[in-house]
Each structure stands twice: as structure tokens, then as C-alpha cells.
């Protein structure tokens, strides 16, 4: 319920197979890409692709990560 609570907040209709699987209403997998980064972006999320992470460390409200 959480998930699908969080797709139908960020916009995303969805539906539920007989094995509790949550799929895109559209069956548009680019939909559901598309959504996440915008969310990502409007919350200030930076992405970053291509690099080897080497430690995430959870503090509060922030997370840092070191790459390299």
C-alpha cells in the first residue's frame, strides 16, 4: 500500500496482479522512469550515473556517499 500510495501521489495510476505486483496502469515502464527523476529533481536529489560506490553513511535527515 505504501508504494502504490507513493506512485499515486507522484502521479502514477497503477494496478495490482494476483501475486501483489504493482505495474503502471499505461504498462509504460518509461512512464514510471520519467516520474521518478522529476520527483527527484523537484525534492533537490542529486543523480549521479557511471561512478563506484564506496560508502553510504545515514545521519538524521542527510545521507552522505563517497565515491570514486
Known amino acids: ?10 502521479g502514477l495510476l497503477t ?3 494476483e501475486e501483489g ?4 496502469y499505461s504498462e ?11 520527483t527527484a529533481v523537484q525534492a533537490d536529489v542529486n543523480i549521479m550515473t557511471g561512478c563506484r560506490i564506496l ?6 535527515q542527510e545521507t552522505a556517499i563517497e565515491n570514486g
Open 55 to 60: 560508502w553510504v553513511r545515514t545521519e538524521t
Open 15 to 17: 494496478r495490482e496482479d
Open 1 to 10: 500500500e505504501a508504494v502504490s500510495g507513493f506512485f499515486r501521489q507522484i
Open 21 to 24: 505486483r504493482i505495474y503502471p
Open 28 to 38: 509504460e515502464a518509461g512512464e514510471v522512469t520519467k516520474l521518478l527523476r522529476d
